[in-house]
């Protein structure tokens, strides 16, 4: 007998003395039966579970999403990494592309691929960042309250978690505002939360897309949060700044609770009997 044979046998033997041990003493024949039915039963139970599990490839609505919002952490990432750079030099001339993406870690390919210059990185931040607002709004649970839900979402996202720094802030308006290059991406970002918010609105309270009210709420919500940001940059405003902004969107999404009747397109309006 070889020995590779002879290894093979005691093998075996091992295995079939160690499925005999695992049967206790004083199970019967019949009770083992029923165990490995029902060992077998939980195995096809998780296997059906498991099965309900939905595959990325089989919900390319999750898919999109899920590529959306890494596309956005990447641009986000590059954004805040040329933001950085360009504060600590004193300008965004004195910043590379290179350097952003260096700063950011990923390839210079990957910075053009997602941006055609430094200026359009900067530029993006705020309308980069009203998409992540309505993703995130809509993804709050439907039973959650208006204002709540859209407060803590904002808050959230102008934030990142902590207390911003005024001189912080007034380095970056700077930047935003005076850089001839960053400034035309600046304006064509301001009302870039209304876009991005309206249709989210609109679906949470029942409404048609094309409705003029979530249009409105949004663009409250837009304008409270310019007049929250601008109230606390004041030198005599010692309040924290997350609170003063939660403040101001709950305001402004205090609209959607009671949505008025509005008057259908072409509709005429009432006479004034005063003229």
Known sequence: MSRKFARRETLRAAQLSSDTTSMPAHESPEHAEARGSLERVSLEQVERLRGLVPKLADTPELTESLRERKKLETRKNLSWAAIG??????????????????????????????????????????????????????DRPAEEPFGEALADVVVAEYTAGHEPLKAAVFQLRALMTTDCGVRPFMLNAMTKLEDELAPVIAERLGLPGDDLFPRVVAAAVNGAIRVATEYWLREDVDAPYTALLREAVLTAAGLAEQPPPLSPPGASLPENTNL
Not at 107 to 131: K, L, Q
Not at 132 to 137: D, E, G, M
């Open 85 to 138: 750079l360009a504060l600590q030099r004193g300008g965004l001339e004195h910043v590379r592309t290179e350097e952003i993406a260096e700063a950011a870690g990923v390839s210079p390919r990957t910075f053009n691929n997602y941006f055609r210059s430094r200026e359009e990185a900067i530029g993006a931040v705020a309308g980069d960042r009203a998409r992540r607002v309505a993703l995130a709004f809509a």
